[in-house]
């Protein structure tokens, strides 16, 4: 069960199975994202990760980490370096690896900072779904601002 969120929110979700994602998403400024969020009065959002997950982050910074994920993607795509997200002030931490095709992920998923409630996921995509993943999550944020 999740707390409520106070103010103006939306859900998101990272599904590995997106498929609707047609063009590449170019890369981004997240400040400007951000503050576009803010401007119409969002404050935080939900963000559902392949159905195992509801984590509530805030538009403030998280957005902009989202953004800079995304802008890593082509990096992590080469297999030189492992791709780091880090949302919530520390609640969710992501470290995915790319072998031979595969991503791994890890998430260590700690609601409200409080280790009695820490969970750990572990999951598998070919790095297109990854990365698909995660330009339908900053398509889906940009489509909040239109």
Not at 37 to 42: C, D, I, K, M, Q
Not at 43 to 62: G, K, N, S, T, Y
Request: proline fraction near 1%; aromatic fraction near 10%.
């Amino acid at each position: 069960m999740s707390t409520p969120i106070i103010g103006n929110a939306f859900t998101l979700r990272f599904d590995t199975r997106t498929e609707d994602v047609v063009a590449r998403v170019m890369a981004i400024d997240g400040e400007s994202l951000m503050a576009r969020l803010t401007e119409r009065g969002f404050v935080a959002f939900r963000l559902r990760w392949e159905d195992a997950f509801e984590a509530q982050l805030a538009i403030e910074d998280d957005v902009a980490f989202i953004c800079d994920a995304v802008n890593e993607l082509e990096g992590f795509a080469t297999g030189v370096q492992d791709h780091y997200v880090h949302l919530g002030d520390g609640e969710l931490e992501i470290t995915s690896r790319l072998s031979e095709g595969v991503v791994s992920t890890s998430i260590e998923f700690t609601p409200h900072l409080d280790r009695r409630f820490h969970v750990q996921y572990e999951f598998r995509s070919t790095l297109q779904q990854y990365m698909l993943a995660w330009q339908s999550l900053l398509i889906s944020l940009m489509s909040m601002v239109k």
